[in-house]
């Protein structure tokens, strides 16, 4: 159970359960984003940086933001516009249908995507739930 309260400090949004579905073959979700998907390279993100043309990343996928309208403000995402997004994406309180709402403007996965700090902790702490399931089983 501390590896638990720990992924829920580390990841506070339910980006990685709302996207497993995604990954889930014969789940909509999935054929939503299969339809456009590309690999998008580091540099190919960083030329989407405008408001006019606004790619951001977020755990390694990338979404095409521009003309998206955020509740508290676009000027959050422009911050962010070509660039990984993901520890402001999970600062902010994002519900699982906002992250549905992200699928719609999913570009593809971002190729060879260093891991931020955020995804280090979050995976190191689903590997220790994970672990401690084992345990109990």
């Known amino acids: 159970l501390q590896g638990l309260e720990k992924s829920k400090q580390v990841f506070k949004s339910n980006f990685f359960k709302v ?34 043309n606004l790619w951001v990343a977020i755990h390694g996928r990338v ?3 521009t003309g998206f309208e955020h509740p508290a403000g676009n000027e959050i995402i422009e911050e962010f516009a070509g660039k990984d997004a993901t520890d402001k994406f999970e600062y902010g309180d994002h519900r ?21 700090e955020a995804q280090k902790r979050s995976r190191r702490a689903q590997y220790e739930v994970e672990k401690q399931r084992k345990r109990k089983a």
């Open 63 to 65: 979404f095409d933001l």
């Open 96 to 116: 699982d249908e906002s992250i549905r709402d992200l699928i719609d403007r999913y570009v593809g996965d971002l190729k060879e995507a260093p891991l931020t």
């Open 19 to 52: 996207w497993k579905k995604v990954n889930n073959p014969s789940s909509n979700l999935h054929k939503r984003a299969s339809a456009t998907k590309h690999e998008v390279t580091p540099e190919e993100l960083a030329r989407h940086n405008t408001p006019d």
